[in-house]
């Protein structure tokens, strides 16, 4: 059973960093497809950032060059570097697997397993 736990988020003002963390438990791979998502208020769900199996990266236009994803490659632990914060960038932030891929994906129907969310408030 594939678990997801996030933490990281935060209050912090605009211009600030955060660094999330995804910690994942019962994979039958080592190194599966991940995202992170973010949903505001009443909003839909986005894609953020994602990584494939080989570690290729994909970003949203609106995050592009402020924020960064990464593995660990002992631990497994999916990150998401921000940097630069804006007020837009407040959302509660999933953390997101759908197992083996070789081509990072920011569509939500890739994803078949999620964290509970953790929340960012930029200010």
């Known amino acids: 059973h594939v678990q997801l736990v996030e933490s990281g988020g935060a209050s912090v003002q605009a211009g600030g960093s955060l660094r999330l963390s995804c910690v994942p438990t019962g994979y039958s791979y080592s190194k599966p497809c991940m995202a992170w998502f973010r949903q505001a208020p009443g909003k839909g769900r986005e894609g953020v950032a994602a990584?494939?199996?080989?570690?290729?990266?994909a970003y949203a236009d609106s995050v592009k060059d402020r924020f960064t994803i990464s593995r660990d490659s002992t631990t497994g632990i999916l990150y998401l570097e921000m940097r630069r914060l804006k007020p837009e960038d407040t959302a509660m932030y999933y953390c997101a697997s759908g197992g083996l891929c070789y081509s990072p994906s920011l569509t939500q129907s890739q994803y078949n397993f999620w964290g509970q969310g953790t929340q960012v408030t930029v200010s």
């Open positions: 990584i494939d199996t080989s570690r290729a990266a």
